[in-house]
């Protein structure tokens, strides 16, 4: 089945510095992958997705870029700001499993006033 | 706004009780999640429901079951709690299938002593 691994665990940051996570994927024929912000107390949220027909998408100060080839993709959060503090997931999706999504181990996000 | 409604935030039972974890969701979403969140372990799913008294096994159906006897209700059942089910467990539900747009409830943190 569908493996994701996900770097770093975690990560702190400066206010204002960009934060960079990123996960690797097992299955080729995974074509949906979307992340996910999980703030204390709360469920994960749903902040952007990508599937595999595009290479990058954009929102605001977060981006996600997806590279088939060598089966990883990318959370890009530029400026940072004390709100960005939260666990992202990244996940994938693939055919080969049921259509199920594979979460990763997940990444604390500490961004420092 | 979607909500997903989990019966309780924290949870002790002791060693063999059998416990109900419940959730509820407002929106006539058809697809129903319950997934386990571990440290470094991400999410992993239970099992999943796309319809009322339909289920299907997740990655990690072992020593849980589930009942979905209206469209709004979801519910995991332990039938006999051990410590190794000491967890965080999420509710979700989607509108669109079984990977896209998942909406969390807050959690229920279950303690089996």
């Known amino acids: 089945g569908e493996n994701v691994e996900q770097h770093p665990s975690t990560l702190s940051v400066q206010e204002g510095d960009s934060a960079v996570i990123k996960c690797t994927y097992s299955d080729s024929a995974s074509n949906y992958f979307p992340w996910y912000k999980q703030e204390l107390g709360k469920g994960p949220q749903l902040i952007i997705d990508i599937r595999s027909n595009v290479g990058e998408k954009k929102d605001q100060r977060i981006a996600v870029t997806l590279n088939k080839t060598a089966k990883h993709f990318s959370l890009h959060i530029t400026e940072t700001q004390p709100e960005d503090s939260a666990v992202y997931f990244c996940a994938a999706a693939s055919n080969n499993a049921g259509n199920m999504l594979t979460f990763g181990g997940g990444t604390r996000l500490m961004v420092k006033p | 706004d979607v909500k997903v409604t989990q019966s309780s935030r924290y949870l002790v039972k002791r060693t063999g009780e059998k416990v109900f974890l419940e959730c509820v969701q407002d929106?006539?979403?058809?697809?129903m999640f319950w997934y386990r969140q571990d440290p470094g372990l991400g999410l992993r799913l239970i099992y999943f429901s796309y319809d009322v008294k339909m289920k299907e096994k997740g990655d990690i159906p072992e020593g849980y079951s589930v009942s979905r006897e209206k469209k709004e209700r979801f519910s995991l059942i332990l039938e006999s709690a051990s410590t190794n089910q000491t967890s965080m467990y999420l509710c979700?539900?989607?509108?669109?299938?079984?990977?896209?747009?998942?909406?969390f409830g807050s959690g229920t943190q279950l303690s089996v002593l």
């Open positions: 979700a539900s989607s509108l669109l299938g079984r990977v896209e747009k998942l909406f």
């Open positions: 929106m006539d979403h058809e697809n």
